[in-house]
């Protein structure tokens, strides 16, 4: 009973102290009694007491900070952190005192038994990896046209190498850069052959970063958010026409991540198929739409519309993603 | 029908947060830092450090923006926990004495806005004696609290226990230091 009660006190302290952070005062908080009134007002206090950078601190630092942002260098470094870690193997001094050469026949059989099990281990998962639904129901979708190998699965089981025989239809595929950008919409609208849908529905704190324009018949818009809510982060949405301007069938085609199991991503006839498997995807609905949603580092959710084809790739919660999905007109 | 190999690369999402543009660093500099260097103020208690280990942060999580998944975290967790990670390297270089310096905070109180100054520079110095008197878990969480502005469920993320065992320990350690103050009046 006291625990609970210390519980219901704490939280009750830990809801008004975040009113407070937000603006509230304290005589404002419901008071639970005079040692939590007093607690309270010292709280009050606390958050009054606000440390400020000195304004030549703050003016230097962005300054710095920019500098490598711009630079060629600063990207390329950040573009490093991405790449998986080559783990470095301390290097010991030999310690053969200590290590007697049974301890070592020990350590090399037990090394040895996790050797073996780590190859049957791999094998199976590589196997079940090959056997996911994403492969069967690719290959069950284009049987004669697609082929799947897998190569050097073993050599490196982590990362899985893909190749693909050319289908008949033009893939397009989400770039990481490139393309003609465009700071607004209505100037990217100029060069595009169709009329560029953008949602209605942004989550406060996002707003637009650029255009980028792939060909006259693709485009796609990149988002930004950064509030207190949803912290810091981005939402693409790509639409191109289903024919382009050749006239030409176009499918929507992307990775989605290097040293991930759910390396590649297809979309075809209208069904995302995920080769070396993934978390799979979701049908979702909303007035007048249908799409898919698939869950990875966020979700991306593709759809059709008319004879447009849609994707859209957010770090937001699920319910705002389709938020914003549904709002795409 | 021709082949192709596919190229391995890093995810998109990752590669779209590599390219941070002058807006968005504007909007995650202005946002963060006043709130990371009063986390860093309450932390080690010296202006300059506050300012060195400040701009350390910003480099590091600019450099790793790549890594930062939303699935796993909020962002301001992710930072916090950067900047946490660099206090514990930078504490366990120096023994704590070194760092505290109580005129720089009389000299910073100067420096404050006009709620800083609500506090005389000789309180605030005393506010951070008080700190400093405190458990090194118990000083964390007031500090991600009040100078990062935190819910207790993100300190708890990023201190390894539940947001309830925040809460009382948040309120346990406010009590303590406000009859440290309460002494010192007497």
Redesign the interface.
């Known amino acids: 009973m006291m625990k609970e009660n210390r519980l219901d006190l704490s939280a009750e302290f830990s809801r008004n102290v975040d009113e407070l952070l937000r603006g509230a005062r304290a005589e404002d908080c419901n008071v639970l009694s005079g040692e939590y009134q007093a607690n309270l007002e010292f709280a009050e206090r606390l958050v009054r007491t606000r440390f400020c950078p000195d304004p030549l601190f703050k003016a230097g630092l962005k300054q710095s900070l920019q500098g490598k942002l711009a630079s060629e260098a600063g990207l390329q470094q950040r573009l490093r952190a991405l790449l998986p870690r080559q783990e470095q193997r301390p290097q010991y001094a030999p310690r053969t005192g200590l290590i007697t050469a049974r301890r070592r026949l020990a350590l090399g059989g037990l090394l040895a038994l996790l050797l073996v099990g780590g190859i049957i281990l791999g094998w199976r998962s590589a196997s079940t990896v090959l056997a996911e639904d994403g492969v069967v129901r690719l290959l069950r979708l284009r049987e004669q046209e697609v082929v799947v190998l897998m190569q050097e699965a073993f050599r490196q089981a982590y990362r899985l190498r893909t190749r693909i025989t050319r289908i008949g239809v033009k893939l397009v595929e989400l770039p990481e850069k490139g393309a003609e950008v465009y700071p607004t919409v209505a100037e990217a609208q100029a060069v595009v052959a169709f009329p560029i849908r953008v949602p209605a529905y942004l989550p406060p704190g996002c707003r637009l970063k650029d255009v980028r324009v792939l060909e006259p018949s693709a485009v796609v818009a990149d988002y930004r958010y950064l509030d207190d809510r949803y912290g810091f982060g981005l939402v693409s949405i790509l639409q191109f026409q289903r024919l382009n301007i050749r006239g030409e069938k176009q499918d929507l085609f992307f990775t989605v991540g290097e040293g991930t199991r759910e390396e590649i991503l297809l979309i075809l006839d209208r069904k995302p198929a995920i080769l070396a498997a993934g978390q799979g995807w979701r049908g979702v609905r909303w007035p007048g739409k249908k799409g898919y949603i698939v869950v990875w580092e966020g979700y991306i959710v593709n759809w059709e519309d008319e004879d447009m084809v849609f994707s859209l790739w957010s770090t937001l919660p699920r319910e705002e993603t389709l938020r914003v999905a549904a709002s795409v007109r | ?25 504007e ?3 202005e ?1 963060y ?2 709130r990371l ?2 986390y860093m ?2 932390r080690v208690g010296n ?1 300059q450090l ?2 060195d280990l ?2 350390t942060v ?2 590091k999580a ?10 796993r975290g ?5 930072l916090f926990t950067i900047a946490r990670n660099v206090i514990i390297d930078h504490l366990r270089q120096q023994a704590r004495a070194e760092i505290v310096n109580l005129d720089d905070l009389r000299a ?1 109180a100067a ?3 006009p ?2 100054q ?2 005389r520079q000789e309180e ?1 110095a005393r ?1 951070y004696t008080g700190l400093n008197s405190l458990a090194e878990r118990e000083r964390e969480i ?1 500090a991600l ?3 990062a ?1 935190l ?2 469920t993100r300190i708890a993320q990023i201190v390894g226990l539940s947001a ?1 065992n ?3 320990i ?3 350690a ?2 303590k ?2 009859k440290r ?1 309460e002494e010192e009046d007497e």
Not at chain 2, 6 to 12: A, D, E, I, Q, T
Not at chain 2, 15 to 25: K, Y
């Open positions: 029908m021709d082949e192709m190999t596919l190229p391995l690369r890093p995810s998109w999402a990752r590669i779209q947060m590599a390219e941070v543009d002058e807006a968005t660093f909007e995650l500099y946002h830092l006043p260097f009063n103020i309450y202006r506050a300012e400040t701009a910003f480099e600019l450099t790793r923006i790549t890594t930062y998944r939303r699935d909020a962002f301001s967790t992710w910073m420096l404050g806005t709620e800083a609500y506090l605030l506010l007031i609290k009040f100078a502005e819910p207790n309830e925040v809460g009382v948040l309120y346990r406010i009590g230091l406000r103050f």
